[in-house]
């Protein structure tokens, strides 16, 4: 078992930039694929980004790449991702959720076995 708990959601003007942290417990987080979801109202939730065991290998979203930034903290059991220059369609309910390790990175929520709880992050026009 992983449990996974996000923070650093807000609201922040568009432009602007936020953090947000999903700290991990139980299993050896550094065994897992880590990656970030978004759901907007009414809408199905969406792959925003993802990161190998180790950092090296990434991949995002094509509505974030160049803004958003994923990274990892073993020492910290902690998965971060670094969002600048926000858009208001970048509202939603953040989300980190860990999946078993693969040949890819997955973008599917479907494979991934552990979730958070979510962080809500509003960006105002």
């Known amino acids: 078992q992983v449990q996974l708990v996000e923070s650093g959601g807000r609201l922040v003007q568009a432009g602007g930039s936020l953090r947000l942290s999903c700290a991990a417990s139980g299993r050896t987080f550094h065994d897992f694929t880590m990656g970030w979801f978004r759901q907007a109202p009414g809408k199905e939730r969406e792959f925003v980004a993802a990161i190998n065991w180790n950092g090296g290998v990434t991949d995002y979203a094509v509505s974030v790449k160049g803004r958003f930034t994923i990274s990892r903290d073993h020492a910290k059991n902690t998965v971060y991702l670094e969002m600048n220059s926000l858009k208001p369609e970048d509202t939603a309910a953040y989300y980190c959720?860990?999946?078993?390790?693969?040949?890819?990175?997955?973008?599917?929520?479907?494979?991934?076995?552990?979730w958070g709880q979510g962080t809500q992050v509003t960006v105002s026009s």
């Open positions: 959720a860990a999946s078993f390790p693969g040949s890819r990175l997955p973008r599917s929520d479907t494979e991934y076995s552990y």
